[in-house]
C-alpha cells in the first residue's frame, strides 16, 4: 500500500483500544499545554486584527475561539485558534523534525468539538492520530523541507488537522485519502514570515484548511489519490530529500507523542540551559541578587552567535539575550511571558545583573547546557552545571511544572478561579461527555453552568 | 527597490493614465473569455458539492457566484468562481509560464464587486494590474517551478488576486507588501491533483486567499516583507533557478495580457491543429461527411504520445484522441464542449470517421502543426497544412470567435437572450457604474432590472 494509503486506513481503522496509557496521559499534558498557550496568546494584537478584520465572512456562529467572548462558524474558530495559540511561540515542539504539533490539529479540534457534540474521548483519540498524521508527514521530509525554508508546522500540520477532523466526521478510507489529497493542496507557508503576525496565522491557516478538507472529501469532492508520494506529490515536490517509509514504519506501535516537547520558558531555545542553571542557583542558595557582583556563563558558540544582546532596545529582543536570560533566573526564579515584556526588560534589578553578566563561548558545552558561576559580595562563589536543560526531550516538565506554566499564561487573560477550573479539565478531558465545554469555558466570564448553557 | 517592493509599488501608484487601449481591450477580452467559461462550469458537480459543503460557513451573502442563483460572502464566492472558472480547462493561458492568469484575479474581483461598489473601469484596471503581478512572479520562477510540481496558476495566482483586491481596497505600499507577504504564505497547489476536483479547487482558493491576505494587510496584520526574494521567501523556496529582474524588467511599459492566449478548444492543446485544420477543410469544401473514405494525418510526435486513443471508453478521453479531433473538425466544425461528451463519443457520425483516421508521427511538424489528408469516395483528395493552430499567440482568436466560444458554453447554462446581454456587458464593462452588474447578472433567472434591485 502506498503511503497516503497507509495513513490513511490507519486513522479511519484505529479504535483506540491499542494505544497505551500513557500515550493518552502524553496527548492530555499536550492539551493542558496547548490551552495555556490560546488562552494567553488570544489577546493579542494578531487575534484582534484577525477577528475584527474576518467577523464580517463568519457563518453561523456555533463555535467557540479559545480565550474570547465572540464566537465565530467553526473553521474560522479553528483558524483563531491557531494564530493565538502560536503567537507566543512558547508551544510545543518535537525536536526531531521541528515541528509545533499540537496547534493545528487542536486549533481545528477545540473549533469542530465547541460546535458539534463530541465525546473527550474521541476528542483525545483524534488528536492522537492526527498528531501522529502530521508527525510522521513532516519526519519523511525532515530535514531537506525545512531547511529548504518551509514552516513545517503548517506545511505538515494541515494534514495532521485534516486526519484528526477526518476521524470525527466518520470518513471512509477513499475519502480519508482524498481529505489527505485536498491537505496537500493546501499546504502552505514559509519561513520568511518569521518575526511577523503571518507567522502565527500559518498554523491556524492549517487548521482551518485541514477541516476544509475534511468537509469536502466527506461530501466526496475529489482529489488525487497518491497525495504523498506521487510523482508531483507532497515528498517529491517540496523535500529534495525524504523517505517515505518513515510514514508507516512502526505505525500504530511507536507514537510521534512520546517525543513532544514543551517549553518551560518563553524564550529562544538557545538560552534556556542558562535560565534553567540560574533559577535552579536561585532555588537553591536564595543569594540576595544585590549580593552579586559577577555572573560568568560558559555556553555553546551557538548561543553567543545568536544571542549576545545586552542593549535590549524592543521588549521581543529579551527573549534572545543571554544576559537577560541569567538576569532572570537569578532575580525571578522563572522565565514565563512576563520576564520579556518592555516591564521586565526595564527593571533595574535585570538590567543590573544583565550587565554585571559575561559569557564566553566553549566547544565542549552542547547547546542544552551552560556552566554557570556567580560571584558574591561576601567572596563565596555559587557555581553549577546544567547537563540537559529543563523541558528538553530527557528531562521533560512534570505535570506540576507544565500545570505552573499553565497558570503563568492564562493568568493573564482569566481569573485565577477559572484557570484553575480549565486546568482540572484538561486533566480530565476523555471523561468529559461534550469536550466542547472545555472550549466554551476559557472564555472571560464563562462559568461551568453558563459554558454548559451556551453549549445546549 | 525589492522584487516585492516594486511590485507593491506600482499596483499602488499605477493610475492607469499609461496603459494602452489594446492592453484595456484585451483585458476585456480576458473577461468576457472568463464569464464564458465560469457561467458554464458552474453547472459541474465540484461547483454543487462545494457549495452544499460550505453553505453553514458562508458570512452574510452579500456576494453573487457566477452562474448561480446562490449567495454567499466575497471570499466564498471567489473560492466557487474560481472552480467554476477552472472546471472545463477552458479557460485562457499564457503560453510564455503556462499559467490560466484570469481565474484567481477576476474570481476574486466579480466576487468584490458584486458586493461592494467598484466601477467598471476599476474593476478592469485591478484586473489588468492583477493579471500583470501573477504573470511576472510566474515569470520569475518558470519553468523550474513548474516542473517541480506546482500548479503555477494557483501558486502565482494567488498574490495577483491580492493585488487586484489589494488595489480596490486603496492599500498604502507597505500594505501591499504584506498583501504579497500573506500572498506568499498561502501560495498552495500541486500538479498531483490534476484529473480531480481538487485541481479547479486551486485556483479557487489561490482567489479567494489573495482577497483574505488584501483584508488582512489593509487591517495591518503584518508579514515578512521580502515574500518574494527573501532567502526564505517565495522564489527560493519553490524554484531550483529563478530570475527576479523578470518581476521589474519593462513593468508599467511590457504588459503580459500581450502574451494571452483563448482556448477554441475544449481539448487538449495539441489536438487543437487537427480540429483546427480538419475544420477549415469543411468550411471550405464542405464535404459530406459520408462520402470520406480515409484521413491522414501529419502530426508532431508528442501528440501520437499523448492522445494516440481510438478507443473511447470515458468522455474525458475523447478530449485527448487525435482521431476524435479529427472527426469533429470534419463533421462538426468546431470543438466546444459539446464535442466533448459521452453523447457525442457515441455518435455513430463520429465513430465512423475516428476509424477511418490514421496519424503519423513526423519530426518536421511542430506542436501547432498538422498535415491534413481526407480522401472522399469521388476519388478527390482535399488537403491543408496548417502553419499555426489558432488559439495559439500568433493567431489569436478573433472578437467574433470569442463571442462564439462564450455562446458554445454559456448556453448550457443559461437562456440565449442572458447569453447575448452579457456578451454586450463584458464588452463595455469598463462604462459600468457598477461592475457588479455583470456578476450578478449572470444569474440564472436574473434580468437587467432585477439584478440591479438585487444590487441596491
Given amino acids: 500500500m502506498s503511503a497516503t494509503q497507509t495513513l490513511a486506513a490507519h486513522v479511519v481503522n484505529d479504535d483506540g483500544s491499542t494505544i497505551p496509557e500513557r500515550i493518552w496521559q502524553e496527548a492530555r499534558r499536550a492539551i493542558l499545554n496547548y490551552v495555556g498557550c490560546a488562552v494567553s496568546g488570544s489577546i493579542e494584537?494578531?487575534?484582534d486584527v484577525a477577528i475584527d478584520t474576518l467577523?464580517?465572512?463568519s457563518g453561523a456562529r456555533t463555535a467557540s475561539v479559545i480565550g474570547r467572548r465572540e464566537r465565530f462558524d467553526p473553521l474560522h474558530a479553528a483558524l483563531l485558534n491557531g494564530i493565538g495559540s502560536h503567537v507566543h511561540e512558547y508551544d510545543d515542539t518535537t525536536p526531531k523534525n521541528y515541528i509545533h504539533p499540537s496547534i493545528p490539529v487542536a486549533s481545528a479540534l477545540f473549533a469542530h468539538a465547541s460546535a458539534n457534540p463530541?465525546?473527550?474521548?474521541?476528542?483525545l483519540h483524534a488528536f492522537i492520530l492526527g498528531f501522529e498524521v502530521e508527525s510522521r508527514i513532516a519526519d519523511a521530509v525532515y530535514p531537506a523541507h525545512y531547511e529548504a525554508g518551509w514552516h513545517i508546522t503548517s506545511t505538515a500540520g494541515v494534514f495532521g488537522a485534516a486526519a484528526a477532523i477526518g476521524k470525527l466526521l466518520g470518513l471512509s478510507t477513499r475519502q480519508m485519502v482524498w481529505a489527505?489529497?485536498?491537505a496537500a493542496t493546501q499546504s502552505a507557508g514559509i519561513r520568511e514570515m518569521f518575526g511577523s503576525m503571518a507567522k502565527s496565522f500559518q498554523p491556524g491557516r492549517a487548521a482551518q484548511n485541514g477541516y476544509t478538507a475534511a468537509l469536502l472529501a466527506r461530501a466526496d469532492f475529489t482529489a488525487g489519490e497518491r497525495a504523498l508520494e506521487g510523482p508531483r506529490g507532497f515528498a517529491a515536490v517540496t523535500a529534495a530529500q525524504y523517505d517515505l517509509s518513515r510514514i508507516s514504519a512502526g505505525l500504530g506501535v511507536d507514537f510521534s507523542l512520546n517525543d513532544n516537547a514543551y517549553k518551560p520558558y518563553a524564550a529562544g531555545l538557545v538560552v534556556h540551559p542558562a535560565i534553567d542553571g540560574c533559577s535552579q542557583l536561585r532555588r537553591k542558595y536564595q543569594p540576595d541578587p544585590e549580593t552579586i557582583v559577577a555572573v560568568r556563563l560558559r555556553v555553546a558558540p551557538l548561543v553567543l552567535d545568536l544571542c549576545n544582546k545586552r542593549d535590549l532596545r524592543r521588549a521581543l529582543q529579551s527573549k534572545y539575550s543571554i544576559y537577560h536570560a541569567?538576569?532572570?533566573g537569578l532575580v525571578r526564579g522563572k522565565g514565563g511571558l512576563q520576564e520579556f515584556t518592555a516591564?521586565?526588560?526595564?527593571?533595574?534589578a535585570l538590567a543590573r545583573i544583565r550587565e554585571l553578566t559575561s559569557a564566553i563561548p566553549d566547544e565542549s558545552v552542547?547547546?542544552?547546557q551552560v556552566g554557570i558561576e556567580v560571584d558574591l559580595a561576601g567572596g563565596e562563589t555559587l557555581s553549577l552545571f546544567v547537563e540537559q536543560s529543563l523541558g528538553n526531550i530527557h528531562r521533560p516538565l512534570d505535570n506540576e511544572q507544565l500545570e505552573e506554566k499553565f497558570r503563568d499564561q492564562a493568568v493573564l487573560a482569566l481569573p485565577s478561579a477559572q484557570v484553575e477550573a480549565l486546568i482540572g479539565q484538561c486533566w480530565q478531558l476523555d471523561s468529559l461527555q461534550d469536550a466542547g465545554d472545555l472550549a466554551r469555558q476559557t472564555a472571560p466570564g464563562a462559568t461551568a453552568s453558563a459554558a454548559a448553557a451556551v453549549g445546549s
Avoid at 463530541?118 to 476528542?123: E, K, L
Fill in 180 to 182: 489527505l489529497g485536498l
Fill in 343 to 348: 516591564q521586565a526588560v526595564a527593571d533595574p
Fill in 55 to 57: 467577523a464580517p465572512f
Fill in 45 to 47: 494584537p494578531a487575534v
Fill in 366 to 368: 552542547t547547546e542544552d
Fill in 326 to 328: 541569567a538576569a532572570i
Fill in 118 to 123: 463530541v465525546s473527550g474521548r474521541d476528542f
